[in-house]
């Protein structure tokens, strides 16, 4: 079975020696087993079909990278963050793993040019880039182990895209910041979401939310959630208004060097 999978992954990568320094040039390593990195691009809509009908795509993959990042990230904000609470900890955990979070480093990291999926899926959801960002770490994880992927998200990737100190300041509640905003200035703001009546290429249910300030509409959005159509409606309602929301935090990062001290030169790590 296992051979099989091998085989059709091939038949739809050619020249891996392209896939070598496309992987070194994003992560900066050398992979050992190459074929769990091709696994890890190939997005569902562009699924393997195998004779006895299993699709495989990145999936398996992304589930499991979600569990390593979160588990790193949470380990890293321990350390930067000796003297915060659970919940700070856990507000800059989501900030950090945000799909827009993590689909932002994919690109950044060029993973967009190397996803195999269907174009016009890609057009329409941009965070497919994030979920094959997941699946790469995932990939990373079996094929190196947990303490180099550590080393390598802390000290290769956020330590290359994500201002520790700033972290604090970003704002992602958006509807949070909303209603608050809509109490001082005693303004009624109406928040509603639904399900969309259009679905995702691949038939994925969505949900439509509409954010009105009075009797007055300010903004909507679509997501996958109902919590990510609310935050794109009242983001997009903010914009309108004018508003910019700064994160709140009354406490001090307190930043741990010690960890960068054993980052990976790339000759290492590959």
Not at 34 to 44: C, F, P
Not at 132 to 160: P, T, W
Not at 232 to 243: F, H, Q, V, Y
Request: overall charge positive; charged content about 25%.
């Amino acid at each position: 079975m296992l051979d099989r999978i091998a085989y059709c992954i091939k038949a739809l990568f050619s020249e891996d020696r392209r896939y070598y320094r496309d992987i070194h040039r994003s992560l900066g390593i050398y992979p050992h087993n190459i074929e769990i990195y091709k696994l890890a691009l190939i997005h569902r809509s562009a699924s393997v079909i195998l004779d006895d009908g299993t699709h495989v795509n990145n999936e398996r993959l992304e589930y499991l990278g979600d569990a390593v990042i979160e588990a790193v990230v949470s380990d890293m904000l321990y350390i930067e963050f000796p003297y915060h609470n659970e919940g700070f900890l856990t507000q800059m955990r989501s900030k950090i793993v945000s799909r827009q979070s993590l689909n932002d480093i994919a690109i950044k990291i060029g993973l967009d040019r190397m996803v195999v999926a269907v174009q016009n899926y890609t057009n329409a959801h941009k965070h497919i880039y994030g979920d094959a960002f997941e699946a790469m770490i995932g990939a990373v994880y079996l094929d190196k182990g947990y303490d180099f992927v550590n080393r390598l998200l802390i000290n290769g990737i956020f330590g290359r895209f994500i201002d520790m100190a700033r972290l604090p300041e970003t704002e992602t509640d958006y509807k949070s910041r909303l209603i608050e905003w809509s109490q001082k200035k005693r303004r009624v703001v109406n928040i509603q979401c639904s399900k969309s009546k259009t679905f995702s290429d691949d038939g994925d249910e969505q949900f439509y939310a509409v954010v009105s300030i009075g009797d007055k509409e300010a903004g909507h959005g679509l997501g996958s959630s109902k919590k990510e159509a609310e935050q794109r409606a009242c983001k997009n309602a903010a914009k309108s208004l004018g508003l910019t929301f700064k994160a709140k935090t009354k406490q001090t990062h307190h930043p741990k060097n010690n960890r960068t001290s054993n980052t990976p030169r790339v000759e290492d790590i590959g």
